[in-house]
């Protein structure tokens, strides 16, 4: 028992450890201010499915049973956006497509979207889904938006993203008060306002930050939350879809993807330089 508590407290005070445990926190407000009746299912099959999917995989990989952290994570982050209307069925679906992405899109051992982000606009096509984003809390009393921000917060500066978050929403919302004052102040209102107020946050601290997908380093960090804000607000813009946020991060995934790749060909460019 006592190797087994040990290994726990040693997994929560890793970034992901802690991860998984303010997300319960954001998970257990949500679900009360939702309706548990009305999230179950929904959260029940994102999580479940993405689990069922990730378990052997990890163990054909490393060659014994390890709990899929991960997948735990990208199921949660998948229940959380989908409406909680849309049938169980669709959000175990999307956890699935999103668990498989991350295997199958890779540049050297990183990969390169967000799961959770790609599946969601893959199955917005497949089935029509609606997004609410109620794992933002956009249901729950004003009180309420200070567990998301605490949570984001102290996430965010556990895994030395805060850079990445303040570029994204300082552009995003740079955009959107620039559309408001020269434009069509009605048409960008709704983006200061619960639910999407909640959704940009919830998005920022726990989407745009994660570690496989963004870069460590702050000069690119700025760089990469600049793309996600710009062509989040393109998106918005042009086409308006409901994914219009993830549409943003899919892009900045693929400019991390392309400054990894043309990092490590350099480095190894050098190391052959060097050798000779």
Not at 7 to 23: D, E, H, V, Y
Not at 95 to 119: D, H, M
Not at 152 to 171: A, Q, W
Not at 220 to 232: K, T, W
């Amino acid at each position: 028992m006592a190797p087994t508590l040990t290994a726990a407290k040693q997994f929560f005070r890793t970034p992901k450890g802690l991860l998984i445990a303010l997300m319960a926190a954001v998970t257990v407000v949500a679900v009360w201010s939702e309706g548990l009746r009305l999230a179950a299912p929904g959260l029940a099959g994102g999580v479940l499915a993405a689990m069922l999917v990730d378990a052997p995989i990890l163990r054909w990989r490393e060659g014994e049973w390890v709990f899929p952290d991960g997948a735990l994570l990208t199921g949660l982050i998948v229940a959380m956006i989908l409406s909680p209307h849309e049938a169980w069925w669709i959000a175990a679906v999307t956890s699935a497509i999103a668990v498989a992405s991350k295997y199958l899109l890779r540049v050297g051992k990183a990969n390169v979207f967000n799961p959770a982000a790609l599946a969601l606009v893959i199955t917005f096509y497949l089935f029509d889904t609606g997004h609410s984003w109620w794992g933002s809390l956009p249901e729950a009393p004003p009180l309420a938006l200070v567990v998301l921000l605490a949570t984001g917060i102290f996430i965010t500066d556990r895994v030395n993203k805060t850079p990445l978050v303040l570029s994204f929403l300082g552009t995003y919302y740079l955009l959107v008060t620039a559309t408001a004052f020269f434009g069509q102040p009605a048409r960008v209102a709704e983006l200061y306002r619960v639910p999407d107020l909640n959704a940009a946050l919830y998005f920022a601290f726990f989407m745009v930050t994660d570690p496989p997908t963004s870069p460590p380093k702050h000069r690119d960090q700025l760089i990469n939350g600049v793309i996600v804000a710009v062509v989040s607000y393109a998106a918005f813009e042009f086409i308006g879809a409901a994914y219009f946020l993830l549409a943003g991060l899919l892009a900045g995934n693929v400019w991390e993807a392309i400054r990894r790749y043309r990092t490590k060909k350099l480095a190894r460019r050098r190391a052959a330089a060097a050798s000779l």
